[in-house]
């Protein structure tokens, strides 16, 4: 009897519960949930409501707030709509334009700040300060200064009648280029700075190489250092086209869309019809149509950029 317990008791207990794996798993999806919910919460639940409200004649003017089914024809109105073409087009005007010039400036500012010295260290510093600035602080500033009545810079523009004398902003013809130089003076040291990170990071063998075969400057530039970078110019080409096709801030506090809806954007259009006439389903629309443009636009630069990387290669 002793022996048999004796037997018993010396075979090891198995250990009950899951794998060591199959916790690791339960452990990494719990810390996953939050972070979905939030995601579901704060960006899928408005935006397949927005996508539902966009197919329905919806006003929270009218009375007991009810929806009638219209179908597309909210984005047939906003497409035919004159407001709707012209803010449609000042959309695409600003951010090709913005993005165009800083690109080809953020470049050249990194080309310059390529080498590592302490000059060019102090000048990076000192450049990135308009990006720390918020789009909303940027336009009053330069409502402020390109003011005719008391800006530092607006005064003598239409005192020596460069500009119109009601300023920039008023002039149908002014204030879009006005806007686009604005959202250029703030966000090309972001490009600089994302054009310049994929500089330090390119190899320097392949660049002594082409150095000691005697390639010059700008073939360096054309054959090595451009197909290169393809990648990093991609990064910066969609992050500013995606931040400057939904501009809002600067276009609200210095010109709210006008004079004449010469600076209306899609995202300025948007929130009028949504939060000033209440009407959510046109709203709606005009926001589902926002992102189908930037996620348009962003497939042809991915497109665009492949084709160039394989051209390169093939090269």
Not at 42 to 53: D, E, F
Not at 115 to 125: G, H, K, V, Y
Not at 201 to 207: F, M, V
Not at 246 to 261: L, Y
Request: glycine fraction near 8%; proline fraction near 4%.
């Amino acid at each position: 009897m002793t022996s048999i317990s004796a037997g018993t008791a010396s075979v090891p207990r198995r250990r009950s519960g899951l794998r060591f794996t199959d916790r690791r798993k339960l452990f990494l999806f719990c810390l996953a949930v939050p972070a979905v919910a939030y995601v579901i919460a704060i960006a899928v639940y408005p935006l397949a409501q927005g996508i539902v409200y966009s197919f329905y004649d919806y006003n929270l003017l009218r009375r007991g707030g009810r929806m009638t089914f219209v179908g597309l024809e909210n984005y047939r109105e906003l497409l035919t709509d004159a407001t709707g073409q012209r803010a449609l087009i000042n959309t695409f005007a600003f951010t090709f334009g913005a993005v165009v010039f800083e690109f080809v400036l953020g470049l050249g500012l990194a080309l310059l700040l390529w080498r590592d010295s302490r000059f060019n260290r102090i000048a990076l510093a000192f450049l990135l300060i308009p990006v720390t600035i918020t789009p909303l602080v940027v336009g009053l500033i330069f409502r402020a200064l390109l003011a005719v009545d008391y800006g530092y810079i607006g005064y003598y523009l239409a005192e020596w009648g460069i500009t119109d004398p009601r300023g920039l902003f008023a002039g149908t013809s002014t204030a879009l280029p006005t806007l686009i130089f604005i959202d250029i003076w703030e966000w090309t040291p972001l490009v600089a700075l994302i054009l310049l990170a994929g500089l330090k990071s390119l190899p320097g063998d392949i660049l002594e190489a082409a150095l000691a075969d005697g390639a010059t400057p700008a073939q360096r530039f054309r054959l090595v250092i451009l197909p290169l970078l393809l990648p990093t110019v991609f990064l910066a080409l969609v992050l500013r086209m995606m931040d400057a096709f939904r501009v809002f801030d600067s276009i609200f506090v210095t010109t709210g869309g006008g004079p004449a809806d010469a600076t209306n954007s899609m995202m300025v259009y948007g929130v009028k019809q949504g939060l000033q006439f209440f009407n959510i389903g046109y709203a709606s629309a005009i926001g589902n149509v926002t992102i189908l443009c930037i996620a348009f636009m962003a497939a042809a630069f991915a497109l665009l950029i492949r084709r160039a990387d394989v051209r390169a290669n093939e090269t």
